[in-house]
């Protein structure tokens, strides 16, 4: 492979990355070091499932991509080994699944991340971690937009059994 085709390569893949972190809803940036192969294998699959995208990539090329996609302050992000998660619909699902498995996989450590195209550091991924999913929240939601009409209902059913009741006595 020629060098010019090494670097036009490099260039395609610093602006894949690019796009990635544009389009993205959150990105979480770990630090495997430590995992076994089938730790990271769980991971992935855990990952995959919720529609998230994990990477291993180099650190200069994720420099390069997030320094192109605007977002600044993530030098110190990537260092050491690191793996990226992508996750183009959820926000809270990725910061979620990490934080979940690290409880369990305590060489897992969460670097930094990017949420809705703003850089966070690890305390604001582990405060979206512990926020409920997306399906949480709209059940929540619909519980709250639920319960005037159930109140109401109890009460016109209550109001018609004490009309029964009157009219049979």
């Known amino acids: 492979m020629s060098k010019a085709s090494v670097i036009a390569k490099k260039e ?3 602006n894949e990355l690019t796009k990635k ?25 855990q990952l995959r499932d919720a529609g998230i995208e994990m990477r291993v990539l ?6 390069r991509a997030a320094e192109a996609a605007g977002l600044e302050g993530m ?28 409880k369990d996989a305590e060489a897992l450590e ?9 850089v966070a550091d690890v305390d604001q991924i582990n405060k979206i971690a512990k926020l409920p999913s997306r399906e949480g929240l709209l059940s929540m939601l619909l519980s709250v937009l639920q319960a005037p009409m ?7 059913k209550a109001v018609a059994e004490k009309k029964a009741e009157e009219e049979a006595a």
Do not use: C, H
């Open 21 to 45: 972190f544009e389009d993205a809803q959150a990105v979480v940036v770990v630090d495997y070091r430590g995992l076994t192969v089938g730790q990271v294998t769980e991971l992935r699959k």
């Open 75 to 102: 030098e110190d992000v990537f260092k050491g080994p690191t793996a990226v998660a992508f996750s183009n619909e959820e926000v809270v699902a990725p910061a979620k699944i990490i934080a979940e498995f690290a």
């Open 12 to 14: 395609e893949l610093v």
């Open 58 to 63: 180099k650190n200069t090329m994720l420099r």
């Open 110 to 118: 969460i670097k930094g991340g990017v949420l809705e195209g703003k």
């Open 150 to 156: 159930r109140n109401t209902a109890l009460a016109v």
